[in-house]
């Protein structure tokens, strides 16, 4: 029976998955918003961007800065979950602050009362030139998911130990958990590195992709750590003593 010093370490990617499914699936939904010029309130997509980007920052770079999981012998585990988390909230953030400005120079030139719902055409072309700068980090990022990937698949990582419930059973097959997370990472980088394409024309087959391979990623990820949940605690109380 594994035993693992929990005092010593901590685990972060619960809810780390969560937040950056639930943030995958808002960029697409605000996205499609803004392409069928639907009536959006900018302040509100702004605390949902900044909610997310709030905790994989926080939370991505704990991990990134002190390595907790080095501690039970996972140390490639930090650079895995940390450091795109930690990319992906500074970039969640930063798009919240660049709605909230938007919304708030709207106000002042229409005098209108905060809360009040706008058209996305009418931002939307402001909106794709406020974020081509933050694109091309975002496509970087992107070729660092795919690399993640590939190394999952090369060294069939993510394999959960016995002693973890649901995952657990499939300990004697590390392929299998290693090609579904890889899976994840690489259908994430892909809509990324797409990212800056899908800016240069907002009604392209290149956004369809983009949008599809972020849905599926991200309802994939809200999933599965909401499952962990369940899954590292019986973790923790099966090895803790």
Do not use: C
């Not at 499914?21 to 949902?48: C, H, K, N, P």
């Not at 800065?65 to 039970?72: A, I, R």
């Not at 394999?159 to 300990?171: H, L, N, R, V, Y």
């Not at 392209?204 to 849905?215: D, E, L, N, R």
């Amino acid at each position: 029976m594994m035993h693992i010093e929990w005092s010593a370490t901590q685990m972060y990617n619960t809810l780390m998955a969560v937040a950056a499914g639930v943030a995958l699936l808002q960029l697409v939904r605000f996205g499609w918003l803004i392409q069928r010029d639907r009536t959006i309130s900018l302040e509100g997509w702004a605390m949902g961007f900044g909610v997310n980007g709030f905790l994989l920052t926080l939370l991505g770079g704990a991990m990134t800065l002190t390595w907790p999981l080095s501690k039970v012998g996972f140390p490639f585990d930090d650079i895995i979950f940390g450091e795109p988390s930690l990319a992906f909230g500074v970039l969640m953030l930063a798009g919240a602050i660049l709605l909230w400005r938007k919304s708030n120079l709207l106000l002042r030139s229409d005098q209108k009362q905060p809360g009040t719902k706008i058209t996305g055409g009418r931002v939307a072309d402001d909106l794709t030139e406020m974020t081509r700068p933050l694109s091309y980090f975002a496509a970087a990022i992107g070729l660092g998911l795919i690399a993640i990937a590939f190394a999952g698949i090369y060294y069939q990582l993510f394999a959960a130990p016995p002693e973890e419930p649901i995952s657990g059973q499939f300990a004697d097959y590390p392929l299998l958990e290693a090609s579904f997370i890889s899976g994840l990472y690489a259908l994430t980088g892909i809509g990324a590195i797409l990212f800056p394409f899908g800016l240069n024309n907002r009604k392209s087959k290149v956004v369809k992709v983009i949008a599809v391979v972020w849905t599926l990623a991200g309802i994939a990820f809200a999933l599965f750590g909401a499952m962990n949940y369940f899954t590292h605690i019986g973790l923790i109380v099966n090895t803790m003593n």
